[in-house]
């Protein structure tokens, strides 16, 4: 993706961010009512999505292209928000944020070995899950406030998803074709993993909400397909639509993937990604 790409990445977070200032936050006074086991999911949630994105910041900045370090910067913002809207949402219930979780410990530690590439491809494993975890939040959850504020987050990732996958695209673009398949399969075989262990680990929260532990892994990894797919199309011109002139898409549109099992309304986490 050309740098004007990734301007038009950043303008599309601009626009969500004054958005979101136009709106405000929820009704925190309405208060909320968790399920014991659903509340301590959203805790570990939480604890994945608090995190300052220093790192990926840092790599960002280091990879030379300015549009696309502003729009991670974005990004980095929006996660920080999840955070704060989860705590939120934990405290009109009347329960507290956790310090984390040792996926969280492990996840980040796996990511800060790592260039900006690789990177990218464990954080797009959070996503992918966080994809399927807010949306059955936001459609099983029996609370009001719990559902606006799942489906103000859903909204965000996918978002998200589509950027990585601008960015990813580009990379994996350099390398040969036998390595970018291999790459974007073991990436595959990664959200399964991903998927597996927050289906055992939240299993009681999910069977509350709706969904079943083996529904939760078959949705999660027929949406990373698609995402998959994304990553090693090659270049056209949705990703340089800023430099041809053509009528920019509305905020929540952009060079996009179909995501399978999602509406648009928008591991905890394999662990912390920013």
């Given at each position: ?13 601009e ?9 405000g ?7 909320a ?7 301590a999911?959203?805790?570990r949630?939480q604890?994945?999505?608090d ?31 999840h955070?704060?809207l989860l ?11 956790i ?14 070995l ?12 959070a ?7 807010y ?21 965000d ?5 589509p ?5 990813l ?24 993993g ?20 083996a ?5 999660t ?5 698609a ?8 270049p ?19 060079p ?19």
């Open positions: 993706m050309t740098a004007s790409g990734f301007a038009w990445w950043t303008e599309r977070f626009e969500e961010r004054d958005r979101r200032h136009a709106t936050d929820p009704a925190w006074a309405r208060g009512v968790l399920h014991d086991a659903v509340r999911s959203v805790q949630f604890a994945g999505e995190g300052d994105g220093a790192h990926l910041i840092a790599k960002a900045d280091a990879a030379g292209d300015r549009d696309y370090a502003r729009a991670v910067r974005l990004f980095v913002t929006e996660e920080q928000n955070a704060r705590a939120r949402l934990l405290d009109a219930a009347g329960a507290t944020t310090d984390g979780h040792w996926t969280d410990r492990a996840f980040v530690a796996l990511r800060r790592l260039g900006l590439r690789l990177e990218l491809l464990v954080l797009m494993v996503e992918e899950v966080a994809l399927r975890y949306r059955a939040l936001r459609e099983g959850a029996d609370d009001e406030l719990t559902r606006e504020v799942a489906g103000r987050i859903l909204a990732e996918q978002r998200h998803v950027f990585h996958c601008a960015r695209r580009a990379s994996l673009a350099a390398l040969p074709a036998p390595s970018r398949r291999a790459a974007t399969a073991g990436w595959r075989v990664a959200v399964a991903a998927a597996i262990l927050v289906a055992v680990d939240h299993g009681r929260a999910l069977r509350v909400l709706g969904v079943g532990r529904r939760f892994v078959a949705d990894v027929a949406s990373s397909g995402a998959a797919s994304a990553m090693l199309r090659e056209d011109a949705t990703d340089s639509e800023a430099d041809e002139g053509t009528p920019r898409a509305p905020a929540s549109r952009g996009s993937v179909v995501l399978r099992n999602t509406r648009l309304s928008s591991p905890g986490r394999a662990g912390r990604r920013a």
